[in-house]
């Protein structure tokens, strides 16, 4: 099992910037690659960024060169630096991670992953 929290959300002008942060906790060993979802009203959830244990990453073309995810091992830890915010950008962000397979490549399909945190709202203004 693994839990996952995420923090960091909030509300912002178009140009802003805002950082993810997403705590990990439980059988940790086991867990494979990380992302980042997000979700707005009406629309199906899709990937933002991924993640594998070796730093691998993958963004959405959607975010590329605005976004950028990392991960701080020591802490438990993933992250999901988002500047050049847009309001096309305002959804609930989740993290999830994929569990079982330590060396799982890097994934941004929601299919593949196992255990997801609660979501932070991150609302953009124009």
């Known amino acids: 099992q693994v839990q996952l929290v995420e923090s960091g959300g909030g509300s912002v002008q178009t140009g802003g910037s805002l950082r993810l942060s997403c705590i990990v906790s439980?059988?940790?060993?086991?867990?494979?690659?990380m992302g980042w979802f997000r979700q707005a009203p009406g629309k199906e959830r899709e990937g933002v960024a991924a993640i594998d244990r070796v730093g691998m990453r993958v963004h959405a073309t959607s975010v590329e060169g605005r976004f950028t995810i990392s991960q701080d091992n020591a802490k438990n830890t993933l992250y999901l630096q988002m500047n050049s915010l847009k309001p096309e950008d305002t959804a609930m962000y989740y993290c999830?991670?994929?569990?079982?397979?330590?060396?799982?490549?890097?994934?941004?399909?929601?299919?593949?992953?196992?255990?997801w945190g609660q979501g932070t709202q991150v609302t953009v203004s124009s």
């Open positions: 999830a991670a994929q569990y079982g397979d330590p060396w799982s490549s890097t994934s941004l399909r929601s299919a593949d992953f196992d255990f």
């Open positions: 439980g059988n940790i060993d086991s867990r494979g690659c």
